[in-house]
């Protein structure tokens, strides 16, 4: 339907035209006008309506570039807002605390990477070497902090992996955990079966942890809420999948959310990106 009025509404011009050229045809003949005259009207008629053509056409060429700006510049503006909004959400993090979190790397770094992370996921399992990658490319500066944020349809093994790991932090220690997760990641298929449950405990052993006390901690279910906490915690700050990342400048307190198995250079140049603010005072 718009097309066809389009097509009417352009065609009115020149019809007129095409009007014109027959009065003046009718007129002509009763005349006496010469041959010469009647093709130099009939050719300046022509000429017109040519002109007529291409102008409609520069004008829809217009009409359609202003269209194509402005969804262009919605486009835009509805994913400035979408980033805000999780920014906004990432700044709810729950604050990064020595006691209460596995640190991998100096402690006292100025940014830290916080991963929300699936012992199933296999976009974590590609994601776990390249944040380690990340640590060491620079030298002190970025830490990584490890969050669990075990999806429902890769339970019970994530959870359950989760759950483990933890039991290992409190019987092993900080360096045990990063092993023990370093472990499931090389060995896991993902994706939810991946890493048998009875292979736990024999895992715990490999890193140094009494296998005695594992069961007894595994038994207990006291980490369940510890992975509940860290799960709640994500959603809070914006996390509905994994790996889910949340960068923290300590000096100026901004935050940068990432999602997704981001690779190596992407990761360096948000580092960049925020301590090149802290060196601005902002």
């Not at 003046?24 to 009763?30: E, I, K, M, Q």
């Not at 041959?35 to 056409?57: N, S, T």
């Not at 974590?124 to 070497?129: F, V």
């Amino acid at each position: 339907m718009f097309k066809n009025t389009k097509t009417r509404r352009g065609l009115r011009p020149i019809t007129l035209l095409l009007s014109f050229l027959l009065a003046a045809g009718g007129w002509l003949s009763a005349t006496a006008a010469t041959e010469p005259d009647k093709a130099a009207i009939a050719a300046e008629v022509r000429k017109e309506v040519q002109r007529l053509i291409e102008q409609e056409g520069i004008l829809d060429a217009a009409i359609e570039r202003g269209i194509t700006r402005y969804i262009r510049k919605q486009q835009q503006l509805a994913k400035a807002q979408k980033a805000n909004k999780r920014v906004e959400h990432a700044r709810k993090l729950r604050p990064v605390s020595a006691d209460r979190d596995h640190i991998f790397g100096n402690p006292a770094a100025e940014i830290t990477l916080v991963e929300y992370s699936d012992f199933e996921c296999p976009f974590c399992k590609r994601y776990h070497p390249t944040v380690k990658k990340l640590i060491g490319n620079n030298d002190g500066r970025v830490n990584w902090v490890y969050r669990h944020f075990p999806l429902a349809f890769h339970n019970p093994g994530a959870r359950k992996q989760a759950e483990a790991s933890e039991c290992v932090a409190e019987l092993g220690g900080n360096d045990a955990f990063w092993q023990f997760g370093d472990r499931i990641y090389q060995r896991t298929r993902s994706n939810g079966n991946g890493f048998p449950l009875d292979r736990l405990a024999p895992l715990a052993e490999e890193v140094g942890v009494d296998p005695k006390a594992f069961n007894e901690c595994m038994e207990s279910g006291r980490m369940a809420s510890r992975v509940d906490e860290d799960y709640q915690d994500g959603v809070k700050a914006g996390i509905n999948g994994t790996p889910g990342t949340i960068l923290v400048n300590h000096k100026t307190g901004k935050v940068l959310p990432l999602s997704g198995a981001v690779p190596v250079q992407r990761l360096q140049a948000a580092v960049d990106r925020l301590a090149a603010d802290a060196g601005k005072g902002e």
